[in-house]
């Protein structure tokens, strides 16, 4: 057998082995990257409204999705320090608490937005978006109804 058979036979099995590699590669990539736009996509559209049960699940996944991210995680992390603090809070005392959330949450979805690929300032995710009075005034009734219950 020639050099140039064992090399044409070698590349008969190596070939498809490797393309094989390269498709599963590229294909991880894409569903990392479709799950990482997924998440913000969720956390955008929700953004004024944090305890909507889509937005929760969202941040629980954050750690899972990014967890390559230590950008992401640290301000995650600083948001749930926020959060733990602020239950701790006696009820005067809150108010201020919900204002900082709000910021240290639009850092994350800017964060997030970077790691993706979109340039985001934190007050543009903060302050630029669509929240009806009509939510606003649904979810104070609720409040008064079930805490009168």
């Known amino acids: 057998m020639t050099k140039t058979e064992m090399i044409t036979i070698i590349a008969l099995f190596v070939g498809p082995l490797l393309a094989v590699g390269i498709q599963l590669f590229f294909e991880q990539r894409r569903k990392r990257l479709a799950r990482q736009f997924e998440l913000l ?29 230590p950008s992401v995680r640290s301000r995650l992390k600083t948001l749930f320090d926020h959060m733990e603090r602020e239950r701790t809070l006696p009820d005067n005392e809150k108010a201020g608490g919900w204002d900082k959330r ?48």
């Open 41 to 69: 996509d969720t956390l955008m559209a929700y953004r004024r409204n944090m305890t909507n049960i889509a937005c929760v699940g969202a941040i629980n996944r954050i750690d899972l999705v990014f967890y390559k991210f």
């Open 102 to 149: 709000a910021d240290l949450f639009a850092e994350l979805i800017s964060e997030i937005a970077n790691v993706c690929g979109y340039n985001f300032d934190h007050t543009v995710v903060k302050d630029n978006s669509y929240h009806p009075q009509g939510y606003v005034d649904e979810a104070t009734y609720t409040n008064v109804v079930t805490s009168s219950a």
